[in-house]
């Protein structure tokens, strides 16, 4: 047995929903959500990013579904959520979290939103629709940025410029299949979007995920993302939101997340993770995990007995 297989038998399987959901967006795709945790409990969403899937959220569901009720989903073309000849976009990036929302959660249910990369841009695209005004009591923008991806970004080491941002599109918007997952992939994965010196089982467990996503997925997504502008979106974020951020993130530089920092309109901070690339949710599961709790902490409330009638008799017969 090689060891990239021995690493994959004892890695952890990803934990198992309690319940699976179909939502229907407004274009009739079907998208794949989970729910795992109590019934009742206070509820966390989560998006993932491009080229990830449910399994990318695995460490923060084991922790948080003990006393929380976490809905996680895969985006379109993404995982289990088959991939649609409609057009990819940011608007239906909203669709998908609104038809997500009002499955997974009763009328009015508030809960915490954390996206990744793709899915914090998710957020800010849904972020002045009823269905994300009426279930989003917080928010965590998390290794994500609202324009200017393709210019910013570290990938290709050259000097920022016209030539560097064509380049980068390029790459990014490959046709080229990645393949299996050798060790010449996995470097190339950890130079690309994570952090010099993450786990190798980290790496492992990202690289699974990556080059499971579709080739005309990955291709498709590229290149919204390339043409990407959500600034006004950004400015509709009108709830508690928290950013958190790799310092040495390639894929989405660390400017991007003090850029959504100093726009949002109720930043309740911007936690910058020494070391750390682009896949923070993989990389320090525990800092991320811990953001999200601190928000669902702070406004989202928790059954609790009801306080006893201390009205007299005469007060209930007025």
């Excluded at 080229?51 to 989903?73: K, M, N």
Aim: aromatic share 2%.
């Amino acid at each position: 047995m090689s060891r990239l297989m021995k690493r994959s038998a004892t890695a952890p399987a990803p934990p198992v929903a309690a319940r699976e959901l179909t939502a229907v967006s407004a274009d009739g795709s079907r998208l794949h959500v989970e729910v795992h945790g109590p019934d009742g409990a206070p509820a966390v969403v989560l998006a993932h990013g491009w080229t990830c899937s449910t399994h990318f959220w695995a460490a923060q569901i084991r922790e948080l579904a003990a006393d929380h009720r976490v809905v996680a989903y895969d985006q379109r073309g993404h995982g289990r959520t088959p991939a649609v000849a409609a057009e990819y976009g940011t608007e239906a990036l909203a669709d998908d979290l609104e038809a997500v929302l009002a499955t997974a959660l009763e009328p009015g249910e508030r809960a915490v939103l954390a996206g990744h990369s793709m899915g914090g841009m998710t957020l800010m695209a849904a972020a002045s629709r009823p269905g994300f005004v009426e279930h989003a009591a917080a928010a965590l923008l998390c290794s994500t940025g609202s324009s200017r991806l393709v210019a910013e970004s570290l990938v290709v080491p050259v000097r920022a410029g016209r030539f560097r941002t064509r380049l980068t599109g390029a790459v990014l918007g490959s046709r080229a299949p990645l393949g299996p997952v050798t060790p010449v992939s996995k470097r190339i994965l950890r130079y690309a979007t994570m952090g010099p010196g993450t786990a190798p089982e980290r790496v492992t467990e990202c690289a699974r995920i990556v080059h499971a996503c579709p080739r005309p997925t990955r291709v498709a997504w590229a290149h919204v993302l390339a043409e990407l502008d959500l600034d006004a979106g950004v400015r509709e974020m009108r709830l508690p939101t928290a950013v958190v951020a790799g310092t040495v993130d390639r894929l989405t530089p660390i400017v991007h997340a003090r850029a959504l920092a100093a726009s949002l309109p109720e930043c309740v901070g911007l936690v910058e993770l020494a070391g750390m690339g682009h896949m923070t949710p993989v990389e320090a599961p525990e800092a991320v995990t811990a953001e999200i709790r601190k928000l669902a902490d702070a406004h989202l409330k928790r059954d609790a007995p009801a306080p006893p009638d201390t009205r007299t008799k005469q007060e209930e017969n007025v």
